[in-house]
């Protein structure tokens, strides 16, 4: 078997631009399609990074006319309920170094970073004590810290905060990383986003329910059943609420990660095409090898060749230009995918089924294209060859 393996090397060896040329066809076709693969499960991964930080893995109760306390708690001790935590926006400027700035005053509870994801950089997230005591402490993100001071860390800096009801001197206790919540990109037309008790911002305001309550579920709850619960124990309370509404915006993650994942999956498609056209690169080249041996198969014929031994050598020739160029592929478009990666900050992501599943069809198709000028080849009459002037 090692004779047929060197046989075919050898053949390809005498023409080697032409074989390098189609190598380089197959690699570049598998490499676009590694390139598309890799592209689209770490685009898939940012994505579901991103809703991750932005907290779309649970539900959000909203009503027009705005949220208790009574009703937090009542959420709070559904048994499907892992964590729920209020929100309250208030548009505000903040002041610092003589400049104001446009923020969004959100009003949060303790433990907010487990609800909407905040990452914190510097310093600390806000207390039970802060909320208890309605201190005048404040979270702020990245973007504002280094707009307003200069520097990304400026815990223990003053912050004046101007609302339309009321003004608030607060001090910075932590700062977070900027749009690493639902809230900011949200409202991403005011880019500015200071965190404080909901309690301090209630009493500043006067405004003292909540626009929205933020729910993060227990493992393996489902979420319409939940939704379903909430809105029956909301609507028999008594309270009025206006219009109230829920999200599923688990269910809205779902559909995301469905619908990204069928863009890969057309991409990959896409990508598949020129693949498909260095397969009948392998084919003309393999067509001509044919009439350029024609007088070597029958001499080979001649002294007892067998059609099996003519056709392995034509496919083992095919064989080796895929694997090469699969090989060659998979190595490039891997390359590219992790130097994007590295550029852009991202965590490269290589789906090792997927890939093998390419260099699996490579060889495939290499085999394909290759079986028809091994089989005309294997079918030369001895006479017939030799005479062959071609």
């Known amino acids: 078997m090692s004779g047929v393996w060197r046989s075919a090397w050898m053949a390809l060896g005498r023409k080697r631009l032409r074989t390098l040329l189609t190598v380089s066809s197959i690699a570049i076709g598998t490499a676009m399609v590694v390139l598309v693969i890799c592209i689209g499960g770490i685009g898939t991964q940012a994505i579901n990074n991103e809703l991750e930080s932005m907290g779309i893995n649970g539900l959000s109760v909203s009503a027009t006319d705005g949220l208790t306390v009574t009703d937090l708690t009542a959420i709070r001790c559904l048994s499907e309920v892992r964590q729920a935590m209020p929100l309250s926006l208030q548009f505000a400027s903040a002041v610092a170094e003589g400049k104001a700035y446009s923020i969004v005053g959100c009003g949060i509870d303790s433990g907010a ?23 005048a402490v404040c979270v702020v993100d990245e973007s504002l810290a280094k707009d307003v001071f200069g520097r990304s860390n ?18 910075v206790v932590g700062v977070t990383a900027t749009g690493s ?22 009493t500043v305001t006067g405004v003292y329910r909540f626009d929205q309550i933020a729910i993060r579920l227990r493992e393996g709850e489902e979420s319409q059943r939940v939704q379903a619960t909430i809105q029956r124990m909301l609507k028999y309370s ?4 206006g219009t ?23 991409l990959t498609a896409i990508g598949g095409v020129s693949l498909l056209v260095s397969g009948f690169g392998i084919l003309t080249v393999m067509l001509s090898s044919v009439n350029e041996r024609t007088r070597e198969i029958g001499i080979k014929k001649a002294i007892g060749a067998t059609r099996g031994r003519i056709m392995a050598e034509f496919l083992a020739g095919a064989l080796l230009m ?17 130097a994007g990666c590295y550029v852009l900050g991202l965590v490269p992501t290589f789906p090792i089924g997927r890939l093998a599943m390419v260099f699996g069809i490579t060889l495939l198709l290499g085999t394909v294209f290759g079986a028809y000028p091994a089989y005309q080849a294997a079918g030369l009459r001895p006479v017939d060859a030799l005479r062959y002037e071609g």
């Not at 990109?185 to 911002?201: A, D, E, R």
């Not at 008594?238 to 609420?241: F, I, K, L, M, T």
């Open 154 to 171: 400026v815990v223990g800096q003053n912050l004046s905060l101007y609302y339309d009801d009321g003004t608030l001197e607060t001090t």
């Open 238 to 241: 008594g309270e009025e609420y």
């Open 244 to 266: 109230l509404a829920t999200e599923d915006l688990a269910t809205q993650r779902a559909r995301l990660d469905s619908m990204a994942n069928i863009l890969s999956l057309i």
């Open 322 to 338: 895929s694997l090469c160029g699969a090989a060659a592929g998979l190595l490039v478009g891997g390359g590219v995918a992790a």
């Open 113 to 135: 970073d487990q609800v909407i994801s905040l990452r914190l950089l510097h310093g600390r997230m806000l207390t039970p004590q802060d909320v208890a005591a309605r201190t």
């Open 181 to 202: 919540s639902l809230l900011q990109n949200v409202t991403s037309l005011i880019p500015y986003m200071v965190y404080v008790p909901y309690t301090t911002q209630q």
